[in-house]
């Protein structure tokens, strides 16, 4: 009877780190697509920000062309 009581005691340890690990995977999983969702929403705000930097550089040689043409 011991031998049957120790691996249901077996089988209790090893549900419980498996449910340890699922727990932890998930967590860490949590963490990674926060990191992405962290790093894709700052990536989008840096690119938007250069591209409107670059649309009133482009404005500015627009306006400057404009003045020359004019000029002429």
Excluded: C, P, Y
């Amino acid at each position: 009877m011991g031998g049957i009581h120790e691996q249901a005691n077996n089988l209790n340890q090893l549900d419980v780190q498996i449910n340890k690990s699922i727990n932890g995977g998930i967590e860490m999983d949590l963490i990674i697509l926060t990191a992405i969702v962290l790093i894709v929403f700052f990536s989008s705000s840096i690119i938007e920000k250069r591209l409107k930097t670059i649309e009133k550089q482009n404005n500015r040689v627009i306006e400057i062309l404009e003045e020359i043409r004019d000029k002429k």
